[in-house]
């Protein structure tokens, strides 16, 4: 079955500890992008992915890393985080980044992280 | 500075009838438009896009309107039925531009369509 599978759904941690947030992809996309989702908001896009290697700053990539050195993966890195990193995080990929009707995104479920 | 918004935070209908979100950009090179829609506890799911070379695009019970001098999309949903109550996300990119790969999403609106 085509998916996006992030891990962990739920995390519950502290201000400073470091965390992953993984994502994989078994459809051989070349683009992969990460984003949050807060209440009233709406989704706004973290850093992306064009293809192994090469990845690009989205509207809100302050306290977040990403590396993509295979391209199934695109770990999101949260060296120190902080309660406004609260939220609800989503991964997605598509055959390409030009968003075509015929070369969907396809979204994870999401990962609620709690930082207290 | 939003430069995506939904205006509308919540709208209800009746089934049956035409439902209507819409959406309102700020940036003239933004050229492609999506809609998607999203069930709680799961991801967006894609919907429908617009290109900016046309003014409407159709899919089923799906039509979205694209108005390039004010700036506006709209999404109507007709007839409307119950599962369709979501919360929709307009997004807008510039495929053609530098920022190739970025999107950017509107604040949402959350549909409930009473049976």
């Known amino acids: 079955e085509a998916q996006v599978t992030q891990n962990p759904r739920y995390l519950i941690t502290v201000t400073g500890k470091k965390l992953t947030v993984t994502c994989s992809q078994n459809?051989?996309?070349?683009?992969m992008s990460w984003y949050r989702q807060d209440p009233g908001l709406g989704l706004r896009q973290i850093y992306y992915?064009?293809?192994?290697?090469?990845?690009d700053k989205g509207d809100v990539p302050e306290g977040y890393k990403v590396s993509r050195k295979e391209k199934r993966n695109f770990p999101l890195i949260l060296e120190s985080p902080s309660p406004n990193q609260t939220s609800l995080y989503f991964c997605a990929s598509s055959l390409s980044g030009t968003f075509l009707s015929n070369q969907p995104q396809h979204f994870g479920d999401g990962t609620r992280l709690s930082i207290l | 500075d939003q430069q995506v918004k939904q205006n509308s935070p919540s709208l209800s209908v009746q089934e049956g009838r035409i439902s209507i979100l819409n959406c309102d950009y700020t940036?003239?090179?933004?050229?492609?438009f999506l809609w998607y829609k999203k069930y709680p506890a799961e991801g967006p799911t894609f919907l429908i896009s617009?290109?900016?070379?046309?003014d409407k695009n159709e899919d089923g019970r799906f039509t979205v309107f694209l108005n390039k001098s004010a700036k506006h999309l709209s999404l109507h949903i007709v007839p409307s039925q119950p599962g369709d109550s979501a919360v929709y996300f307009c997004?807008?990119?510039?495929?053609?531009?530098?920022?190739?790969?970025?999107?950017?999403f509107g604040q949402g609106t959350i549909l409930t369509v009473h049976p």
């Open positions: 940036n003239s090179m933004f050229d492609y």
């Open positions: 617009i290109s900016s070379i046309k």
């Open positions: 992915s064009m293809n192994v290697e090469v990845t």
């Open positions: 997004a807008v990119t510039n495929a053609g531009g530098t920022s190739y790969g970025k999107l950017t």
């Open positions: 459809m051989n996309h070349e683009y």
